[in-house]
């Protein structure tokens, strides 16, 4: 079955750097979009970033953009998402998500997400 | 830009029938498929609707949505509520970007 496991998140000082890691299986990972949503403590969901299959295209949130960076690595199923200049407010808890075979497509796997802390 | 709205709660007895709204504001909301996701306390989201009323492999026959032009609104309906329904339930789209944007989330309470 689908399997996304995230890794990678922890504390950070504001101004920090962090890379988070998503491990795919039970999927033809290089034929889907994959992308990161998050979830600040009590709050929503926020989508950050998505990646299409063979890494042409890219999108991010105004609130990311420019500091973070996705990427994905076919070959070893993965996804990832590198964050720079954190933010106190980039604190959430960040989820990899399977979508579909085109930008602006459903989020139909998701993983159990990994925790991010910004904090002094 | 666009946003979506919805209710911050809703609340109906165990074996009802319950709708929750999400109204896209700014353009069409048949612009761009609408998905509706619930997420558990403590748990990840999960997808039960995707591409306006589409349901995964898995999902019950209870969850179905759609979408109105009129009202530019999609609406998830969730019939013989379980306990096991009380959540926090999303819909998502998308903009003519194709930045992701989800509503706030409603609170599901079964009484």
């Known amino acids: 079955q689908v399997q996304l496991v995230e890794s990678g998140g922890g504390l950070v000082r504001p101004g920090g750097s962090l890379r988070l890691s998503c491990a795919a299986s039970g999927f033809s990972f290089s034929d889907y979009y994959m992308m990161w949503i998050r979830q600040a403590p009590g709050r929503g969901l926020e989508w950050v970033s998505y990646?299409?299959?063979?890494?042409?295209?890219?999108n991010y949130a105004d609130s990311v953009k420019g500091r973070f960076t996705i990427s994905r690595d076919n070959a070893k199923t993965s996804l990832y998402l590198e964050m720079h200049s954190l933010r106190v407010e980039d604190t959430a808890v960040y989820f990899c998500a399977r979508a579909g075979r085109y930008p602006a497509s459903a989020l139909i796997y998701w993983g159990q997400g990994t925790p991010v802390t910004v904090s002094s | 830009n666009f946003i979506l709205t919805q209710p911050h709660s809703v609340s109906e007895s165990l074996g009802k029938t319950v709708t929750i709204s999400c109204t896209r504001s700014?353009?069409?909301?048949?612009?761009?498929?609408v998905q509706w996701y619930r997420q558990r306390p403590g748990s990840a989201p999960t997808t039960l609707i995707y591409?306006?009323?589409?349901?995964p492999s898995g999902v019950p026959d209870r969850f179905s949505a759609s979408i109105d032009t009129s009202s530019n609104s999609a609406s998830l309906t969730i019939s013989g509520l379980e306990t096991e329904d009380e959540a926090d339930y999303y819909c998502h789209s998308y903009d003519n970007m194709n930045h992701g944007i989800f509503g706030g989330g409603t609170r599901l309470t079964v009484l």
């Open positions: 591409e306006h009323d589409e349901r």
């Open positions: 700014g353009d069409s909301i048949a612009s761009k498929y």
């Open positions: 990646i299409s299959d063979g890494s042409d295209y890219t």
